[in-house]
């Protein structure tokens, strides 16, 4: 088999990536390591929200309904972790499929909860089909750079999972 | 790509079920090695199993060990299903230093106990190919050849296909015993040497390979350094005795 170590020596330098030649991937997927796709919302409190605005941030985006059990059982988690880390350049964007739900009902459930962070409305789940959303919830944690880093699909998620995730992210410099 | 599947209430993630059904055949194909090299059959599946629990632990106390503050707030996290919350390596360092004290302590024969291990763990790599091509993971850089897929916005190397084809002529070439293994082990390092060529050739074409220095490609460095163990120990355990022919 020396033969084989040989040629893979070979092949190894030859196909190294040249510097011109980035790993970084081009273009706006729902994917681990892509760019997180854009999305303008208007907010459950009026106004409305960007993702591209938020560069610089941490920000979580949880897709949500009211009627889903585990999106209903995370939600406190993920209030509570905001809270804690707002200040350090957390952003959540509590993204509701409303589409599937109602506003009435998203409303009643972030008042339930107390939900401090921003309550975004897909009224004809555009976002959820760009971010290809097959399950409720779905979270995509994504770095100061607009990069896609964790993807979790179900729930709930427990604190301690979004924590992690959190400060991983807010522990990389800018 | 298929990553989930829907199941009323519950969400199958796809994936995870192939690499299952993997572990499942290939703890069959285990079985049936133990018996052909006459090893005790509960000794190994007892091997396979505190390696395993061994390793997922490991892996998640490593992950949890990065984040301390975190999960001695929320200890019982520990025990959450969630696979993002795995850290790999140390799950396999583990989980084979676990095995090895199991068979130390149970005095199996450490080299015949790999021979029985790898056709079981050849087929698991086909599962990591089909786990791999379900979830789009370990998907290749873009191009424009023919039989390019179309996969996260761009057309792309096939690799997971490529995987699962080497990894099945790699399960063809262990389980034939094509190549002679004249000693204890070497079955073992045969199937490692080979699954290293074929990381190295495949890496070649992914798009998302972790870049070590200067260009190079960490999975090929780490390959070739595997496939030098490997052929030191193929030369040093080879003809020392008369193994399998024994065996016959």
């Known amino acids: ?23 970084a991937q081009a273009g706006s997927v729902p994917k681990e390591g892509f760019a997180a796709p854009d999305f303008t919302l208007s907010l459950l409190d009026g106004g409305e929200i960007s993702l591209s605005e938020l560069r610089g941030k941490v920000v979580l985006v949880n897709f949500w309904t009211s009627w889903c059990p585990p999106c209903r059982k995370e939600m406190p988690a993920i209030e509570s972790v905001y809270r804690s880390y707002k200040d350090m350049g957390l952003v959540v964007i ?12 998203a409303a009643l459930f972030a008042q339930e909860v107390g939900v401090t962070f921003p309550i975004a409305l897909d009224l004809d789940n555009s976002v959820g089909n760009l971010y290809r959303v097959t399950a409720l919830p779905t979270s995509f944690f994504i770095d100061r750079k607009g990069v896609i880093r964790s993807v979790i699909v179900g729930g709930p998620m427990s604190e301690a999972v979004i924590r992690s995730k959190v400060e991983e992210l807010l522990r990389e410099d800018q | 790509m298929f990553p989930y599947l829907r199941l009323g209430p519950f969400l199958l993630q796809m994936p995870l079920f192939a690499l299952l059904v993997g572990l499942w055949v290939g703890l069959t194909f285990i079985e049936k090695e133990a018996a052909r090299l ?12 505190y390696g395993l629990i061994g390793g997922i632990v490991f892996a998640r106390l490593a992950y949890a060990a990065q984040y301390a503050s975190v999960y001695i707030s929320n200890p019982f996290s520990l025990f959450s299903l969630n696979t993002n919350t795995l850290l790999p390596e140390a799950g396999l360092i583990f989980g084979i230093l676990i095995a090895g004290i199991y068979a130390y302590r149970q005095k199996l024969s450490f080299r015949n106990s790999m021979d029985v291990l790898a056709p079981g763990l050849a087929f698991f790599m086909i599962m990591i190919g089909v786990s791999h091509l379900l979830s789009g993971n370990a998907y290749g850089a873009p191009t424009r050849a023919p039989w390019a897929v179309y996969l996260w916005s761009d057309y792309r190397q096939p690799t997971q296909l490529y995987e ?25 390092i045969q199937f ?16 998302d390979s972790a870049i070590l220095i200067d260009g190079y490609r960490t999975a090929q460095v780490v390959g070739l350094t595997i496939l030098v163990v490997c052929l030191t120990l193929l030369r040093n355990w080879e003809g020392k005795d008369e193994h399998e022919s024994k065996i016959g």
């Open chain 2, 192 to 207: 490692i040497a080979l699954s290293a060529i074929a990381r190295v050739f495949i890496e070649a074409f992914r798009g």
């Open chain 2, 38 to 49: 006459k090893l005790n059959k509960e000794k190994i599946n007892n091997l396979v199993f």
């Open chain 1, 94 to 105: 509590g993204l509701n499929l409303t589409a599937q739900d109602s506003k009435q009902d």
């Open chain 1, 1 to 23: 088999m020396t033969w084989a170590l040989i040629l893979g020596m070979v092949w190894t330098v030859i196909s190294r990536v040249s510097p011109d030649q980035s790993q």
């Open chain 2, 164 to 188: 699962i084809f080497f990894a099945l002529v790699v399960f063809m070439i262990v389980l034939s015993r094509m190549i002679p293994a004249n000693a204890p082990g070497l079955r073992f």
